[in-house]
């Protein structure tokens, strides 16, 4: 079962360490990595016209910040349930969940952490000290 929660904790971390980096790349240069061949290069992917549709800009200020923020939120809830945190699963799930409109292989990363997440017996037991 160690093998299934190092599984979420690593895709936890690409995850929110990629979205990072991007948002950061996209603040810092302009614009976020995008594919320069196959069927859509230049083009951002398939989110843009989720966050578009709700009124945020894709590459707005603003959206590069949110891209920074829900990073940080993915490593930082992905850590507390690597550490065992009381609340680390849930706030992981949560933030998951939150993240399936980050479409393509964030969608995949999450609804395969989402899944795991679900079926995961309870809470790990503490790790012993001494």
Known sequence: MAWVRG???VLGMIQGAFMIFDGGHAL???????????PHPGRLGPWAYIVGAVGIPPRSVLMKLLFLAYGT??????????RGRRWGRASLLAAEIGSLWYLGIG????FTQILVLSL????????ETG
């Open 7 to 9: 599984l979420v904790i």
């Open 28 to 38: 810092a240069t302009g614009d976020y990595f995008m594919p320069e061949m196959g």
């Open 73 to 82: 939120l993915l490593i930082a809830t992905t850590y507390a349930f690597a």
């Open 107 to 110: 969608t995949l990363f999450a």
């Open 120 to 127: 995961l017996p309870g809470r790990p037991p503490e790790p």
